[in-house]
């Protein structure tokens, strides 16, 4: 049984620092891109960070450059967003995905909330 688990979220103040994981079993975690989104009340849901094979390249949205960092640990099968810098407009809910060739995994999603 496929499964993505996130936590990690919560309410932070702005200038706050949050790390949300992601917890994958039942495929082969290493095979594997993988991404964090996020959606915000009202909108769609947009690609935040994510993690290419084979070289783990990384890339990030403009809007989050310089303050999250993603990664993974094949080892225990986790992804990871480290988020620091928080502003208001980070609110929204996080999703993890895990995408090969046709296979597309979605998490439940966690809920950050930056406000004051």
């Known amino acids: 049984q496929v499964q993505l688990v996130e936590s990690g979220g919560g309410l932070v103040q702005p200038g706050g620092s949050l790390r949300l994981s992601c917890a994958a079993s039942g495929f082969q975690f290493s095979r594997f891109t993988m991404r964090w989104y996020r959606q915000a009340p009202g909108k769609e849901r947009a690609l935040v960070a994510d993690?290419?094979?084979?070289?783990?390249?990384?890339t990030y949205a403009s809007s989050v450059e310089g303050r999250f960092t993603i990664s993974r640990d094949n080892a225990k099968n986790e992804l990871f967003l480290d988020m620091n810098s928080l502003k208001p407009e980070d609110t929204a809910v996080y999703y993890c995905?895990?995408?090969?060739?046709?296979?597309?995994?979605w998490g439940q999603g966690t809920q950050v909330t930056v406000s004051s």
């Open positions: 993690m290419l094979l084979p070289g783990g390249r990384r």
């Open positions: 995905n895990a995408r090969y060739g046709s296979l597309v995994y």
